[in-house]
């Protein structure tokens, strides 16, 4: 059959397997998921997580953030045909948006706790029985906050970290027209 009629998640399976034909120290990859089904998508992912272990150079280009997050030690964001930001996306995403937010979700006592929390962290929003909150320092932080809490009496259901994503990230960027 000719290459011209398979379907385009097949084209680029096959342009994958042809790049690697010649064992490349260096592979640039544009793309490399697009018009895949989930399963082909997962495929060319795990395929190319290998490469890497390999220790390849392996520079791929994709609108696709979360495939870039997933696949990428280093992140380069390009704007308007100019590098905007460039490192690894913990990195960027300190740099850029911020620490991570901290959702706790209590029983009840959220006035109590709005106090106690408020002495440790920044209180990014509350909702009902939900304090959000921002800390550069969780692992030292969380700990007093939560002991805090218990030793006032507030029952704690949940305390979660909501990382940010490259998404978030590059809404930062083109929102501040960098």
Not at 52 to 68: G, K, M, S, W, Y
Not at 87 to 107: I, S
Not at 124 to 140: C, F, K, L, Q, S
Request: aromatic fraction near 4%; charge should be neutral.
């Amino acid at each position: 059959r000719r290459i011209g009629t398979f379907s385009k998640g097949m084209q680029q399976k096959l342009a994958l397997a042809r790049a690697m034909l010649h064992d490349p120290s260096v592979l640039l990859l544009d793309e490399p998921t697009s018009a895949m089904d989930p399963y082909s998508a997962k495929l060319v992912r795990d395929a190319i997580l290998s490469l890497r272990d390999q220790r390849r150079a392996i520079i791929v280009c994709t609108h696709n953030l979360a495939e870039a997050e997933l696949l990428a030690d280093r992140i380069a964001i390009i704007r308007q045909g100019r590098l905007v930001a460039i490192g690894t996306p913990t990195e960027l995403k300190r740099q850029l948006v911020g620490p991570p937010l901290m959702e706790l979700h209590l029983k009840d006592g959220i006035g109590r706790a709005y106090l106690l929390v408020g002495q440790f962290a920044r209180i990014a929003t509350v909702d009902g029985n939900r304090i959000w909150y921002e800390t550069e320092t969780p692992e030292t932080t969380n700990p007093q906050i939560l002991r805090a809490l218990i030793t006032a009496g507030v029952e704690v259901i949940t305390l979660t970290q909501s990382e940010w994503s490259l998404e978030d990230v590059y809404l930062r960027i083109v929102g501040e027209g960098r």
